[in-house]
């Protein structure tokens, strides 16, 4: 708990009953893409034109030949896994006291972190105002008891931790991506450019992600289709690799282990090794890079819905905007 409890911090930089508003209609997607895009990697430029100090210095790095899903994997995608191995996510299991120290056994209870929203924070300094702890939430009770997955068959999962991603990802014979495989594949060969798609920004007219507009916490209008809350799959255009979903929509897990700065090198970057792992609100958890930004990202707070940006996430925690997607390396 207390991780999940200091992981509101964090969150507070990726991203309110807001007030309702007019919500656009939402774009269409009648077919969801499925299956893979094999690349055949390459050289490119990682964090380039940082707009934080950590998603720089931009540097050239290279990455192997890997095939990556085409979407965020979905409700449906994990359910089939849950119903084939009867995995258990760590947000459905009581935290083991060991790993709390100084926290009452009786407060450790599966949970997850919900974004629960607030009209009357202008500051946007105290991230608990609209993320909550919530007991009984998990992948299939996105808001807690009471709520389901009915219906959003198609939405990406979300309140998966690292181990949750990983295991799915093994289930399937493939892997979570490293930093450095995500971000070449968000980048699609546009070197330097500002989002997946290019430099211009995503507008009402024609939205290229679902993210959220407005100022925040206090209004996302919903002016991209979807406000407050995730897309099904695959709903907006794909960037040049044919992957969509690759800014906004949840964050996404690396493999990477995080640092507030990038120092990935070489070949095949694989990010600092753990006992290098660093995130300075937290400096005791270890914690993954998580990429893309999410439907809460919003240009006036967040704006991380950029191939560049980066965030620390803590493994055993998951959140109502955090998911991911898979990877398989040629040869493995
Ligand atoms: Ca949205």
Known sequence: MIRRLAALAAAAALAACAPRAA????????????????LPGGRFVMGA?????????????SVGAFSIDRTEVTNAQFAEFVRATGYVTLAERRP???????VDPRRLKPSSVVFVGDVADPSRSDPSRWWRVVEGADWR???????????????????????????????????LPTEAEWEYAARAGLAGA????????????????NHWQGPFPA??????????????????????HGLHDM????WEWTRDWYRPGLETEGENPGGPPQD??????????????????????ADDYCFRYRPGARQPGPPDTGASHLGFRTVRRAGS
Request: proline fraction near 16%.
């Open 23 to 38: 919500e656009a209609p939402a774009p269409a997607c009648a077919a969801q893409p499925v299956g893979e895009v094999a």
């Open 49 to 61: 034109d940082p707009l934080r100090p950590e998603e720089g210095p931009p540097r050239e790095v």
């Open 96 to 102: 083991d006291p060991r790993f709390y120290p100084g």
């Open 141 to 175: 009770r996105p808001t807690g008891p009471g709520s389901s997955i009915a219906g959003r068959e198609r939405e990406p999962v979300v309140h998966v931790g690292y181990e949750d991603a990983l295991a799915y990802a093994r289930w399937r014979g493939r892997d």
């Open 194 to 209: 500002r989002y997946p798609w290019g430099d211009e920004p995503s507008t009402p007219a024609a939205p290229r992600a």
């Open 219 to 240: 209004l996302d209008s919903g002016a991209d289709g979807y406000r407050m809350k995730p897309a099904p799959v695959g709903c907006f255009p794909a960037n040049g």
């Open 247 to 250: 800014a906004g929509n949840v």
């Open 276 to 297: 290098r792992a660093l995130d300075p609100a937290e400096p005791a958890v270890p914690k993954h890079v998580i990429k893309g930004g999410s439907y809460l990202c």
